[in-house]
């Protein structure tokens, strides 16, 4: 009966397809970023607006409410910081642990083309097996501060490893014939917004993605760096969701 839960945690986070994830894990080896000083303010408002957040347990207890219902993406990998290597990640979160937190998905970072890539594979693989047995998604970030080019070959290459290794959604970069990552990739692929850019070409960023088979986006600088972080992330919506026009979802955001 593992499928079913795995099939049911999906589609809570992307139960139509489609998905607008709110990342907001960055502290785990980013310390307070910008905007994420204070989560709990941060984060509320923007709640309602999101399909799912991706954060680390210890800013899920002490930063969201429990009635909030808003399905939790885990993160579980981690133990390095700006200051060393972020490559050389373990398992920071047990399985037991996400299941008591009612987590809809566990994630996972792979530093394909690293020093460490073996051991971030086999981290992203015993917790595909433990999640497996438990009903619980793995979900891959790759590429995460990576100095390599972040073109097709190289996107292709760690998105298809991770799905290869178990991974039931793959969240990477955007780029140049980003169709041949999702092409190449079995499992639902999302991208992550990267640096701050100005909200209309974050948005184009979105609706490029998604026009190439993406579906959706895990999203966090992007929306909480922005002047408007409510009107920015009704504004992805409108691009992810409803397949608005990025000129239209920025007018959104101008209004919001
Ligand atoms: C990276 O490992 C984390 O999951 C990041 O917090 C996330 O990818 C960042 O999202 P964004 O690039 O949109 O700020």
């Known amino acids: 009966m593992a499928d079913w839960g795995i099939g049911n945690r999906v ?3 992307m139960g139509s397809g489609k998905t607008v994830m709110l990342a907001v894990d960055h502290g785990y080896f980013q310390g307070p970023t910008t905007g994420l000083e204070d989560p ?7 709640i309602p607006y999101a399909d799912s957040l ?6 899920l207890r002490t930063s969201v409410e429990p009635g909030t219902g808003v399905p939790v993406v885990l993160r579980v990998s981690g133990a390095t910081s700006v200051l060393k290597e972020l490559s050389g990640e373990g398992i920071t979160t047990s399985m037991e642990e996400a299941v008591r ?41 790759t590429a ?11 996107l292709g290459l760690a ?4 799905a290869e290794l178990g991974a039931r959604i793959v969240k990477t970069y955007y ?17 992550a917004g990267g640096k701050k850019l100005p909200e209309k070409e ?55």
């Open 202 to 256: 974050a948005l184009q960023l979105a609706a490029a993605a998604v026009s190439k088979g993406a579906a959706g986006v895990d999203m966090g600088r992007n929306i909480f760096q922005s002047s408007n972080p409510v009107g920015m992330i009704r504004a992805v919506r409108a691009v992810v969701h409803e397949g608005k026009p990025v000129e239209e979802a920025y007018g959104l955001f101008e209004k919001a």
């Open 101 to 141: 937190l009612n987590a809809s998905a566990v994630a996972v970072s792979v530093f394909v083309g690293s020093d460490n890539e073996r051991e971030s594979l086999l981290n992203l693989s015993r917790t595909v097996d433990e999640g497996e047995r438990l009903g619980m998604p793995v979900l891959a970030v």
């Open 40 to 46: 709990r303010r941060t984060i509320t408002p923007l």
């Open 54 to 59: 991706m954060l680390t347990r210890g800013v």
């Open 144 to 154: 995460v501060g990576r100095e390599m080019n972040r073109d097709a070959r190289y």
């Open 159 to 162: 998105c298809r490893i991770a």
């Open 11 to 13: 589609s809570r986070i």
């Open 175 to 191: 780029c140049e014939d980003f169709e041949k990552v999702v092409n190449s990739c079995p499992v639902p692929v999302v991208i």
